[in-house]
Nanobody, 125 residues
């Protein structure tokens, strides 16, 4: 059974940075892809970035246009952890951020079978 544990959320002022961590465990075949999603109150959940975890050379992909250039996804294989580095944060980045895992990097939440509990990010102006 895949388990995902997020950490690193918090409150920051606009322009600040945070790094979210997603530590994953379980069968490798079930978590070939780890992704970050976010959901703001009253809005649909949106995919932020994805990363294949079973390769050492493939780069992660920032999917969400509004954060491209500010956010990055990376992994530390020794720690079984995928990171979401968030720079130049804006108030509109305020949301609950979720880590998800699945057998492939799909472009919607339906592609992911396993979810973490979420970590809150709040950006004040």
């Amino acid at each position: 059974q895949v388990q995902l544990v997020e950490s690193g959320g918090g409150s920051v002022q606009a322009g600040g940075s945070l790094r979210l961590s997603c530590t994953h465990s379980g069968p490798t075949s079930d978590k070939r892809c780890v992704a970050w999603f976010r959901q703001a109150p009253g809005k649909e959940r949106e995919e932020v970035a994805t990363k294949y975890t079973d390769t050492f050379t493939s780069a992660g992909i920032v999917v969400l246009d509004s954060v491209r250039g500010r956010f990055g996804i990376s992994q530390d294989n020794a720690k079984n952890t995928v990171y979401l580095q968030m720079n130049n944060l804006k108030p509109e980045d305020t949301a609950m951020y979720y880590c998800a895992a699945g057998s492939y990097c799909g472009n919607s939440d339906r592609a992911f079978d396993y979810w973490g509990q979420g970590t809150q990010v709040t950006v004040s102006s």
